[in-house]
């Protein structure tokens, strides 16, 4: 048994740990470096602030967990998932150039995907506010059910996009691959509007008379 003044283990001390379960972890503002992850699960582990330097990911489960502003330098992703954890603030272009992972019921609130790889890449259910997709290669994602509320798209490729089923989307078509996008008929009237267009049938709705 370890005495009240020894450091508790390093549950990420091995250099390859192949179908762990890290549970119930707190790491904030530590660092995990030139470790590789092979179909693991994280449940609940905080790596809020973490350096995660030279990683690799590989098919692991990523659950209830908060990487909050989580440094990713040259991390690489491959097969994950995350399920309802806290993604908020990561730049993940400081990682590997192309991201191979889906995110269901995450919050991934002012992070930066610039310049990524994400083809087909799912956010279901995610809560995306002024996300950074310029440049990024979204072919074939899917946004179904989530808030892309002043997300920003620039020079990105949306071909054959599901972004049907999100909300509060808005971009210029005229600068973005967008041949094969599929988008709700909300979202189109919005865009329609910032370009200074109307949607025939949902202009500004009539103005009603108080009642007395």
């Not at 390093?10 to 030139?34: H, M, N, W």
């Not at 330097?53 to 991390?75: P, Q």
Request: aromatic content about 8%; charged content about 25%.
């Amino acid at each position: 048994m370890n005495s009240p003044n020894t450091p508790p283990a390093d549950p990420f001390a091995d250099d390859l740990a192949e179908g762990k379960v890290f549970r119930d972890i707190d790491l904030r503002g530590g660092q995990i470096s030139d470790r590789v992850f092979r179909e693991c699960t994280f449940s609940n582990v905080t790596l809020a602030e973490v350096r995660l330097r030279d990683c690799r990911f590989e098919d692991c489960i990523v659950r209830l967990s908060d990487w909050t502003m989580a440094k990713v330098y040259g991390t690489a992703l491959r097969g994950v998932k995350f399920e309802g954890s806290k993604l908020m603030g990561i730049d993940w272009s400081d990682g590997h150039r192309s991201l191979d992972a889906s995110f269901k019921e995450c919050v991934l609130d002012y992070c930066s995907f610039a310049r990524i790889d994400l083809r087909k890449c799912t956010f279901k259910d995610c809560r995306m506010l002024e996300v950074n997709f310029s440049e990024a290669n979204l072919t074939e994602s899917d946004f179904s059910g989530s808030n892309l509320d002043r997300s920003r798209f620039q020079r990105t490729n949306l071909s054959r996009a599901n972004l049907a089923g999100a909300t509060n989307l808005l971009f210029n078509p005229t600068e973005n691959k967008v041949k094969g996008a599929v988008i709700s008929l909300d979202a189109s009237v919005g865009i329609a509007a910032a370009m200074g267009m109307t949607v025939s049938g949902f202009g500004d709705a009539p103005k009603r008379h108080r009642q007395p």
